[in-house]
């Protein structure tokens, strides 16, 4: 069992990776609402993310920690728009059945269409590469 | 008062967040998913206590207020493969293009099919990406971001179990494949089934789940006149 200590100092450090990924995402947010004109924030926040990484002015093990738990525990964050599903209450009562014959049947759809289409994809960019190595990539 | 009320809200979510990952740490049934559960307990409980959905966001909405900082976190997977996303560009980018076109185009005709109203088709179109992305490509198509989340949670527990069995008997060949059936079909619920498959097949479908979020998020304005 490692000292008190050691578990206080991952708490901080996860703390702090956390606020610098925070930090970023008010940035981002900042010059997608005021300099480009409400371009998504969600995807310059990933670009800015990308960018301070691709010329070392943001190191991996900064916000690696910070990432992985944000990440892992996203579910915690949807569950008070998940709620919010009380508000529809009246237009979804009766639909339940429909709603969910179009999401079985076009889950279905796009599984079955994206991998035949990855799988013919793969087999194309083995023969553009011109070598015989037409194995799984695995 | 409202402040307290608020508080204790926000406090019970968390509360009963990390008491529900344990115990579907321990029973790891898709029925048991957090995000099944919890959402569950407090709608049962708001509706017996006639406590109006304004007064429960009132202090939790800082929960969803962190989904922006959590996006902001998959650029560190994006540049840890990102020789993956060099060597395998054309088979990503296919499987991309392919499956958000199949999602919005399916949804919308099969929604079409079954009269159902525009607010949920909006909703449900684009269901198939990862939650914070479909929030936000959810208002920009005329959709509820509400309708969206709780649509985005049934598809990745639908699209796990179809997975699996559809795997069972598909001729596809390349953990490529494998791996972008799950991303694009049952984004984050389907990423982590694809890890436990093989890590190969767990790292093609977060890139082809993140990938698909962006790209729908930027061409939300206008599927939003296209359909």
């Given at each position: ?26 940035l981002a947010s900042y010059v997608s609402a005021n300099w480009l004109g409400g ?9 800015f993310a990308l960018v301070l990484l691709a010329l070392g002015l943001l190191k ?79 | ?139 920009e198509v005329g959709g509820q971001s509400g309708l969206a989340a709780v649509f ?76």
């Amino acid at each position: 069992m490692p000292p008190v200590h050691h578990h206080l100092f991952k708490f901080s450090r996860l703390i702090l990776q956390v606020l610098v990924l925070i930090a970023i995402w008010l940035l981002a947010s900042y010059v997608s609402a005021n300099w480009l004109g409400g371009f998504p924030p969600l995807v310059s926040g990933i670009a800015f993310a990308l960018v301070l990484l691709a010329l070392g002015l943001l190191k991996r093990e900064w916000v690696n920690d910070g990432a992985t738990w944000l990440m892992r525990e996203m579910l915690l964050f949807f569950i008070p728009v998940a709620i919010a599903v009380l508000q529809y209450r009246e237009q979804l009562s009766g639909k339940l059945i429909a709603i969910m014959v179009v999401i079985v049947a076009s889950t279905a759809c796009v599984m079955v269409a994206t991998a035949f289409a990855v799988d013919l994809a793969w087999k194309l960019d083995a023969r553009l590469r011109g070598t015989a190595e037409e194995k799984d990539p695995s | 008062m409202t402040l307290i009320t608020g508080l204790f809200w926000l406090a019970l979510t968390v509360v009963l967040y990390a008491a529900s990952r344990g115990f579907h740490r321990r029973f790891p049934s898709p029925w048991l998913s957090p995000l099944i559960v919890v959402p569950a307990i407090l709608i049962i409980a708001l509706l017996l206590l006639r406590v109006p959905y304004a007064v429960y966001n009132s202090e939790s909405h800082w929960l969803s207020a962190m989904l922006g900082p959590a996006t902001v976190a998959f650029a560190v997977p994006i540049y840890d493969y990102r020789q993956t996303i060099r060597r395998h560009w054309l088979p990503l980018v296919v499987g991309v293009v392919v499956g958000m076109a199949v999602a919005v185009f399916s949804t919308v005709l099969f929604c079409r099919l079954l009269g159902l109203p525009e607010l949920v088709e909006r909703s449900l179109a684009v269901r198939s990406i990862s939650t914070p992305f479909a929030l936000a490509a959810a208002t920009e198509v005329g959709g509820q971001s509400g309708l969206a989340a709780v649509f985005v949670i049934i598809t990745g527990l639908v699209g796990m179990v179809m997975g699996e069995w559809l795997l069972g008997w598909l001729p596809v060949r390349s953990n490529l494949a494998r791996g972008a059936l799950f991303g694009a079909g049952a984004h984050a619920v389907g990423t982590a089934t694809a890890h436990k498959r093989s890590p190969e097949e767990g790292v093609i479908s977060s890139l082809v789940m993140i990938i698909a979020g962006i790209l729908i998020v930027l061409l939300a304005p206008w599927f939003s006149h296209l359909i």
